[in-house]
């Protein structure tokens, strides 16, 4: 079972470094929907295995915690009946499973193999060391890395500045608290040099929420460490050799300017990477000597640790708390916040009022059963107040307001089940948790209070397998076992379960790759090898819609009008709430000259997207 893990881990560093292993259902041509199918590929199996043996031989929070997790990935695939956008709503089940796979596996791996629990931190660090390095290498070698046009917070390879900051946070606790010896030779330098990195990786994130995150697992890894005289050294050490790269990067113009030339940056990147290095080595000289200027613990150590906690949890929620004593969250404001520097001082909300109003509007109209999975994008259009395209977004950025618009009081109360009874172990066995773990999944689940880090698979599968570790328990006594019957029923169950969702990460994806083959035989203008390509990203994913609108676009290249209009009539039957849909119909019949089913479509765009910039004027024709 310790390999189950390994291997998860290893499958996690290397999806992360694509994309974050996130599919949007939009860039077929970037990394992030390659990293999720890998991502799903090994969880899928690892996962369904690890059900099977943590539900067996686990206690009754474990059970209920692994329903509640896999019952919402379920729930979210049944949604694709009445979500807005099937297509969506796939992918978003997708996500929903890695994440119930981690719980098993974590839950599983807690059950066989006990001790493997206390090395979970250390590990997760190690595997980080693959996304985080591969960050900072990017930003120390725009020239041979980067790419023409990057933003000015550091993004790359994950392709989300926050979420880059949640892994880095998530790598802490493991190097703080990591052994001191490994195999004869001395660890604490290197690892002191890799919360070094972990901690200006976080920092040129720009990420408030990032910062809160981290701030968050060192105290709490503070507070729960067996060794607090190192684990405090290695702190303090890594934060001071992380200064000179953050200082660096953070006064080059070249560093932080959204938008220049990957050469443009070089010479600022090398001088970062200079700094990051110096820092690093510093932090590793350094340690030794700051744990023996560390007085040894006293009679308040015991305080000081309740100090620590308090603190943690208030880093934690800073954040959300923050967002909402802001007027604009209130008043369903925007408060847009650029990416320069000054956004780390910055207290405004950054646009979240708007979208928790948006989100709070769609479960009104959906309580109980939501609008579906992934319809945030659908909700918000129907749901926003004004028509600037440029500030939606794919969701709401708080994992309780994008539950309850998705999936309604149904995946509220299975997720509550999930997180809620992993926090209440938590508390219950606080002083029993090996250094470290519980520092993951709060870390994680403090930000998910006012972003969407838990949305994205990078940051997600850890702290599910975190969580996973922390609510499960050996079994006391002896198991009565199922029936053979049962058993194997259960046993086929779960094969075609795992089998399913092989398919289930492999179809959009093959799809969206036949779309994207579409598109580039119409700019050959083979429109005949452009119709084939969107028909067979059809046959592939008959959810979504993109394969239609790419046919479309084909029947129009080849002059077929008429076979246009017919797709994008068989899109609006397919997904009449998508309001995509009826403007292309729009747009196609009044290319046509049929002013009735152009008045009519555009009716239908008004009613789904009221504020739409598209729309022919401020009452549809």
């Given at each position: 079972m310790a390999l189950v893990g390994i291997a998860c881990l290893v499958a996690w560093a290397c999806a992360t470094t694509w994309g974050g292993a996130m599919d949007l259902g939009n860039n077929p041509g970037t990394a992030g929907p390659r990293g999720a199918v890998l991502m799903l590929m090994v969880l899928a199996p690892l996962g369904a295995w690890a059900l099977w043996q943590g539900a067996r031989r686990g206690d009754a929070i474990t059970r209920v915690v692994l329903a509640a997790a896999w019952g919402l990935a379920a729930w979210s695939g049944l949604s694709a009946v009445w979500a807005p956008d099937a297509g969506l709503a796939?992918?978003?089940?997708?996500?929903?499973?890695?994440?119930?796979?981690?719980?098993?596996?974590?839950?599983?791996?807690?059950?066989?193999?006990?001790?493997?629990?206390?090395?979970?931190?250390?590990?997760?660090?190690?595997?980080?060391?693959?996304?985080?390095?591969?960050?900072?290498?990017?930003?120390?070698?725009?020239?041979?890395?980067?790419?023409?046009?990057?933003?000015?917070?550091?993004?790359?390879?994950?392709?989300?500045?926050?979420?880059?900051?949640?892994?880095?946070?998530?790598?802490?606790?493991?190097?703080?608290?990591?052994?001191?010896?490994?195999?004869?030779?001395?660890?604490?330098?290197?690892?002191?040099?890799?919360?070094?990195?972990?901690?200006?990786?976080?920092?040129?994130?720009?990420?408030?929420?990032?910062?809160?995150?981290?701030?968050?697992?060192?105290?709490?890894?503070?507070?729960?460490?067996?060794?607090?005289?190192?684990?405090?050294?290695?702190?303090?050490?890594?934060?001071?050799?992380?200064?000179?790269?953050?200082?660096?990067?953070?006064?080059?113009?070249?560093?932080?300017?959204?938008?220049?030339?990957?050469?443009?940056?070089?010479?600022?990147?090398?001088?970062?990477?200079?700094?990051?290095?110096?820092?690093?080595?510093?932090?590793a000289w350094l340690v030794p000597r700051a744990m023996r200027a560390i007085p040894r613990g006293t009679g308040r150590a015991g305080a000081a640790r309740r100090v620590a906690v308090v603190l943690g949890v208030a880093c934690a929620a800073a954040p959300g708390a923050v967002a909402l004593a802001q007027p604009a969250t209130w008043d369903c404001g925007r408060g847009f916040v650029d990416n320069a520097t000054a956004r780390v001082t910055s207290l405004s909300s950054n646009q979240r009022g708007a979208w928790w109003c948006e989100a709070y509007g769609g479960w009104r109209a959906a309580p109980v059963a939501g609008n579906g999975a992934g319809s945030f994008p659908l909700v918000e259009r129907r749901e926003r107040r004004d028509g600037n395209d440029l500030l939606t977004t794919r969701d709401p950025h708080e994992m309780w307001l994008e539950a309850a618009s998705a999936t309604g009081l149904v995946g509220v109360a299975l997720l509550g089940a999930m997180w809620g009874l992993g926090l209440w172990r938590i508390t219950r066995r606080w002083s029993a948790l090996p250094p470290g773990l519980a520092a993951v999944p709060l870390a994680a689940l403090g930000q998910a209070q006012s972003d969407w880090v838990l949305s994205w698979p990078a940051a997600a599968v850890p702290a599910a397998a975190a969580l996973g570790l922390v609510v499960a328990t050996r079994r006391r006594g002896r198991t009565r076992p199922a029936a053979h019957a049962a058993r194997t029923v259960a046993a086929a169950g779960l094969a075609v379960t795992a089998t399913a969702l092989v398919a289930s990460a492999w179809l959009p994806f093959l799809s969206a790759r036949a779309a994207l083959a579409s598109e580039d035989a119409l700019v050959r203008g083979d429109a005949s090898a452009a119709l084939r390509s969107a028909q067979r990203a059809g046959s592939l994913n008959p959810l979504a819609l993109d394969p239609l609108f790419a046919e479309a676009r084909a029947r129009q290249a080849g002059g077929d009008t008429a076979g246009e209009r017919a797709v994008l009539r068989e899109a609006t039957r397919r997904q009449p709430d998508n309001p995509e849909a009826w403007t292309r119909l729009a747009a196609a019949a009044e290319r046509a000259r049929s002013a009735r089913e152009a008045r009519a479509a555009w009716r239908q765009v008004a009613r789904l997207d009221p504020h739409s910039e598209r729309l022919p004027g401020p009452e549809p024709r």
């Open positions: 796939w992918l978003a089940t997708n996500r929903a499973a890695m994440v119930a796979a981690a719980v098993a596996v974590g839950a599983a791996v807690a059950v066989a193999v006990p001790r493997a629990v206390r090395a979970f931190p250390v590990a997760l660090s190690v595997a980080a060391v693959v996304p985080v390095g591969a960050a900072l290498a990017t930003a120390a070698l725009p020239g041979l890395l980067g790419v023409d046009g990057a933003d000015g917070r550091l993004t790359d390879p994950i392709g989300h500045p926050n979420v880059l900051a949640l892994v880095a946070a998530l790598a802490l606790p493991g190097a703080l608290v990591g052994p001191r010896t490994a195999r004869g030779l001395p660890t604490g330098p290197w690892l002191t040099a890799w919360a070094s990195a972990c901690i200006a990786t976080v920092a040129l994130t720009l990420s408030r929420g990032g910062y809160a995150a981290a701030a968050t697992a060192v105290l709490l890894t503070l507070a729960t460490a067996d060794r607090p005289r190192a684990a405090v050294g290695r702190a303090i050490t890594a934060a001071l050799g992380a200064v000179p790269a953050v200082v660096v990067a953070l006064s080059a113009d070249a560093f932080t300017a959204d938008g220049l030339d990957a050469s443009a940056r070089a010479g600022a990147g090398a001088r970062f990477g200079l700094a990051l290095v110096a820092g690093a080595a510093a932090a």
